[in-house]
């Protein structure tokens, strides 16, 4: 089972990326994008997964509104702002690096 | 999402939390259909309150909400006890609102700088020397105008010297004399509009060229303030022209909005050029003050010692002249030094006469101030006692130390808030309604009080002061709570007793300061009131009148004669004016042609009759004769008699002033003659017809007629009068009428002010030190009503249990009175000035106050006593 360490640091990152790619999701569909595209290695907990979401819409990374679903259901749905845009580019640089250093010790060996 | 709308979530703090909720119940919803044990999906979110918490606190700001929290904490505990909570917020308003008042009259008259340039460079000349008659030391700023002159060539680049008079209430008409009317002018330097950086309103200012010459150019500035009252703000006024005396002025332009003149407490309305003045070239009169605008990096005791070096020069020059002076007199004179006070707020007499009595009225509500301040701290204290219980659950339940204080402060600030806005309505009101009590018949004082943000900073910073200063103890002591000790039932009581006691004390200290204070203020303006005056004032008006030009003392006579045929006159008499409006005019005299006395002889000249009119009193001797002239004969009162005629035998021997003989025909009873604070001054009346040398009629300018009237209400007949002087000669008019009673009552008006004041504050303190009794002593029976059962079930007498409970808090009664007798004492020395004939170490003045508060304290304990001696042991001791 995943450890919800397999996360540290980068679940901002995979949030602003899954919204970029698919904009207008709730919670519950961003854990499971991040579930089926991590081709079930990675998972969010909830417990994280929520105040992460209102700590990026405090700093204006995304915006909220409530829809009403197919099923009746009222629904929070999140999606990217500019700022979100500009920070998913920053994020995706620094991971880009942080991986390439990582990879670069692991083959130092 | 945005600063402000996390400000906003604040105060939807429940729909925030619906919010939150709203989003997670789909979640766990939408797991379960996907086939998630429901009770993991739970669980997968924690305890849901603390996710809520944790979502919630980033969507809000923490510290706000806790505060806003404690705010609508703090203000139902306010509201669940209205009474207590009324009374402390009133308490509070009244003091709070009596010291932003003093705050707005001392920042008004003694604080806030004139809307000049540069104010801090402003600084009044004085001259430091003691006073001839009573060797006290006295400062005086008033100047000749020669003089002036010399000191500003000797000054020149250093300083900009500004000759400023005094302002006067003057007559003048802009149309027929037949409508004269009165306005404030006052001579100013020409230069001065252009050192104080001002710029015109219309037309133009004054300049340097307007005051060169004597006489030359009669050039009027009007204020802003004269031209909005007097003329609506018309611009045609300037061109428009006045009759001052025999002088035609023509109005120039009008000056700045803000600037009224220098003389804080009076609005000029008419400037004019020094050199218009007719003592401008006098050397021996004063009439002006002198102030200087110090340029910068100038050294202040070179400067002043080069002022002093020139006036000194001057002075000595002049008294070479002087004849009629005695050697000490005149060494006395020059002994004078001159010094530089700072004049950034002006300089006016009601500064000189109001500062110390405004500062000790400000020292007085602030002591209210504290007083209410204790009470309330008491209160707070009492009220954190109910409350342990509820402080330790709070404890047990995670709340810091600081959370607590915080919970404490914020109901402190809500009774400060409260307080404060009632007293800033209060402040609003009686500032100008104690500013409208300094008034003096004939002289309005004019002081400008805005409400801005130095008064608005003040109040914010009192308001805060207050908050801490009762606020602070009882929270600290909240924050102090150890839950295990509480939970039980009672941490050390006494922890709390001994700073109520000691704040019982503190209270009862300056509650004596302020009615002792009071006392002192209340005995002066009594003793002040009552003193015999040796005349009656009843009936009589007095009414100052000019003549267009000198007119001989005959034409003077013919008026007094017309006015005796008015029906409802009674008397009329004439003299250069009434005793006690200030006009004095005193010298040297020699007796038996002996050399000059050391000690100066006041004169005023009278007609025959003024005597009997004033019910003087005569001791020996006749009154004047309608021939009788000065120099020639004179009265004297019983004072110059002691001074001058140690034999007691003064009838039919002489006295000299200058060339001037006079044989002394009569002695009448002493009578105040300038003011009544001074002891009674050597008096001399001469005759109101006055001759020169070669035995000529001296012509009079300007006289007061005494009218006694029959009817009891003399003023009814000023208008009547006022018109019957012009229609007896037309050249004579009136410009000033006033009872002689309004003359002696505006001698007492700052007695009669700052003892009314005083008496208000001490009623206040009183009342207030009396609730803080009554609420310690309540609470302390209600502490001890679990002792007080069982020593009343084992048998203890009322009159013992009543006793126990008051002990305490009388031995601190009486500390805190013993401090104030001390601190009374001490402190009377500041106000020695404001003091008539009254001694801080009067018994009557010490014993009153401490009579007063033991009273107070002994009717507070009432009804705490009454609750403890009727406590039932029984039900007490089964309620435990």
Request: charged share 20%; aromatic share 8%; net charge positive.
């Amino acid at each position: 089972m995943p450890k919800p360490d397999s996360l540290q640091g980068s679940l901002d990152l995979l949030v602003l990326k899954i919204l970029s790619r698919r904009p207008r999701l709730h919670g519950y569909a961003i854990m499971s994008a991040i579930k089926d595209w991590s081709g079930d290695v990675l998972r969010a907990e909830e417990g994280s997964l929520y105040p992460a979401l209102h700590r990026m819409e405090v700093a204006g990374w995304i915006r909220a509104e409530w829809i009403t679903k197919d099923t009746g259901r009222r629904a929070r749905i999140y999606q990217l702002t500019a700022a979100g845009k500009k920070q998913l580019a920053t994020e995706e640089s620094r991971w880009e690096a942080v991986t390439a250093a990582v990879n670069r010790v692991l083959r130092a060996v | 999402m945005s600063f402000w709308s996390r400000i906003v979530n604040i105060v939807r703090g429940d729909r925030l939390n619906r919010e939150i909720d709203e989003e997670i119940q789909p979640h766990i919803e939408e797991a379960i259909e996907h086939g998630r044990d429901p009770a993991e999906a739970h669980r997968s979110f924690g305890p849901l309150l603390s996710r809520r918490e944790e979502s919630r606190d980033i969507r809000l700001i923490a510290w706000l909400d806790s505060l806003r929290a404690d705010a609508v904490l703090g203000y139902r505990q306010l509201t669940k006890r209205k009474v207590t909570s009324a009374a402390a917020i009133l308490s509070l308003a009244l003091a709070i609102g009596a010291c932003t008042s003093a705050f707005r009259l001392i920042d008004a008259l003694l604080l806030r700088p004139l809307p000049v340039a540069n104010p801090g460079q402003l600084y009044a000349l004085l001259r430091e020397g003691s006073n001839l008659v009573d060797d006290k030391p006295f400062k005086g700023d008033m100047w000749p105008y020669p003089s002036f002159r010399l000191m500003r060539a000797a000054v020149k680049g250093q300083a900009e010297l500004l000759a400023i008079s005094y302002a006067a209430r003057m007559d003048l008409s802009y149309k027929s004399d037949a409508e004269i009317e009165k306005a404030t002018v006052q001579y100013v330097s020409g230069w001065m509009f252009d050192s104080f950086g001002l710029r015109p309103s219309a037309g133009r200012l004054l300049t340097e060229n307007d005051d060169l010459k004597p006489g030359a150019r009669p050039y009027a500035v009007l204020s802003h303030d004269y031209w909005k009252r007097r003329f609506a703000q018309d611009r045609r006024a300037i061109g428009r022209t006045f009759r001052m005396g025999d002088t035609l002025f023509e109005i120039v332009g009008i000056g700045p909005a803000p600037f009224t003149g220098t003389e804080t407490g009076t609005v000029t309305d008419i400037f004019i050029p020094t050199m218009m003045h007719p003592g401008v070239t006098r050397d021996d009169w004063t009439w002006m003050r002198t102030l200087a605008r110090v340029y910068p990096g100038v050294a202040m005791e070179p400067l002043r010692a080069r002022l002093d070096a020139s006036s000194h020069a001057f002075e000595e020059e002049r008294a070479k002249g002087f004849k009629d002076e005695t050697r000490e007199s005149i060494e006395r004179f020059l002994a004078q030094k001159v010094v530089l006070e700072p004049a950034a707020a002006g300089a006016s007499g009601l500064q000189q006469n109001y500062r110390v009595s405004l500062i000790a009225i400000g020292i007085l509500v602030a002591l209210v101030l504290l007083i209410a301040c204790a009470n309330v701290a008491n209160l707070l204290t009492a009220q954190a006692a109910s409350r342990a219980r509820e402080m330790a659950l709070r404890v047990s339940i995670g709340a810091g130390r600081w959370r607590l204080v915080q919970l404490v402060l914020v109901e402190s600030a809500w009774l400060a808030l409260l307080a404060a806005t009632l007293g800033a309505a209060f402040a609003w009101w009686s500032a100008p309604f104690v500013v409208s009590r300094i008034n003096p018949p004939d002289n309005p004082v004019r002081l400008t009080l805005p409400a801005d943000w130095r008064v608005l900073a003040f109040g914010l910073a009192l308001t805060l002061g207050v908050t801490l200063l009762f606020g602070l103890a009882p929270a600290l002591r909240a924050s102090a709570t150890r839950p295990a000790s509480a939970l039980k039932g009672g941490s050390d009581p006494h922890a709390r007793g001994r700073l109520m006691h000691a704040l019982i004390a503190v209270q009862v200290a300056f509650c004596f300061l302020v009615l002792f204070v009071a006392g002192l203020f209340a005995a002066t303006f009594d003793r002040l009131s009552h003193r015999p005056m040796g005349f009656s004032t009843e009936r009589l008006l007095t009414l100052d009148t000019v003549a267009d030009r000198a007119e001989a003392p005959v034409f003077w006579d013919q008026v007094a004669d017309h006015l005796r045929t008015v029906p409802g006159v009674e008397t009329v008499a004439l003299s250069g004016w009434p005793l006690l409006s200030g006009g004095s005019w005193n010298g040297f005299v020699s007796v038996n042609g002996a050399p000059l006395g050391s000690v100066l002889a006041y004169f005023l000249s009278i007609s025959p009759g003024w005597i009997d009119a004033m019910k003087i009193r005569f001791v020996d001797g006749r009154d004047f004769r309608a021939n009788d002239t000065s120099p020639g004969v004179a009265i004297v009162n019983e004072t110059f008699v002691k001074q001058f005629f140690p034999d007691g035998r003064p009838i039919g021997q002489s006295i000299a002033k200058g060339d001037g003989v006079y044989q002394v025909v009569g002695v009448v009873r002493d009578v105040p003659y300038k003011d009544i604070h001074e002891p009674i001054l050597p008096a001399v009346y001469v005759p109101f017809h006055s001759v020169d040398a070669k035995g000529a009629s001296r012509p009079i300018r300007g006289s007061a007629f005494l009218v006694r009237t029959s009817s009891a209400n003399p003023l009814a007949l000023a208008s009547t009068l006022r018109r019957e002087v012009p229609r007896a000669r037309p050249e004579f008019r009136v410009s000033n009428v006033r009872t002689q009673a309004d003359l002696v009552l505006a001698q007492t008006v700052r007695e009669r002010l700052l003892a009314m004041l005083a008496l208000f504050f001490a009623g206040v303190a009183l009342l207030l030190a009396g609730i803080g009794l009554y609420g310690v002593l309540d609470y302390s029976v209600l502490q001890r009503r679990r002792e007080i059962g069982i020593r009343m079930a084992i048998g203890a007498q009322a009159g013992h249990i009543a006793r126990r409970v008051t002990a305490d808090v009388f031995r601190m009664v009486l500390t805190g009175a013993v401090a104030g007798v001390a601190l009374g004492i001490a402190s009377a020395r500041y106000i020695e000035t404001l003091l008539y004939q009254v001694k801080a170490t009067e018994l009557g003045l010490l014993a009153l106050p401490a009579l007063g508060i033991l009273l107070t304290a002994s009717l507070a304990a009432v009804p705490a006593v009454i609750r403890a001696v009727r406590i039932d042991p029984a039900t007490i001791l089964r309620s435990e």
